[in-house]
């Protein structure tokens, strides 16, 4: 299948872009883990007993990092011209901000997608 079909995406730049969400991802894991973590420092015992689930929250962090390396990695070793249909797979992606940056039909000049006030979910 040809990169060239209206359906079909270049694999490398797709793999390229999702290495840069997780990159994203990471750094506002990070944002919220130095903020938990400056709760917990001034919680006293509340803040101890937290502890065990901030250090889940470095591990979320960490791994997030590691992905986008993965990822990033293996979108260089991805041959020229091999394409994929990433319909179905964008279809799943719920957050539109994040849809939109994967999404192959986007237009460059449109910079950064702000995020949509109704994707926001707290707990």
Do not use: C, N, W
Not at 11 to 28: I, K, N, V, Y
Not at 39 to 47: N, T
Not at 63 to 78: G, K, M, N, P, R
């Amino acid at each position: 299948m040809s990169a060239e079909s209206p359906f079909q995406a270049d694999l490398a730049d797709l793999m390229a872009r999702l290495a840069a969400q997780l990159h994203e991802t990471h750094d506002l894991g990070r944002q919220v883990e130095d903020a938990i973590g400056g709760l917990i420092h001034h919680s006293g015992q509340a803040g101890l007993r937290a502890a065990h689930s901030f250090q889940q929250l470095d591990v979320l962090v960490q791994s997030l990092d590691s992905l986008a390396i993965y990822v990033e990695t293996l979108a260089a070793t991805v041959p020229a011209g091999v394409g994929v249909d990433p319909r179905e797979a964008i279809k799943q992606v719920k957050l539109r901000a994040l849809s939109h940056a994967l999404s192959v039909h986007r237009h460059p000049e449109e910079g950064q997608a702000t995020p949509d006030p109704d994707d926001l979910h707290l707990f």
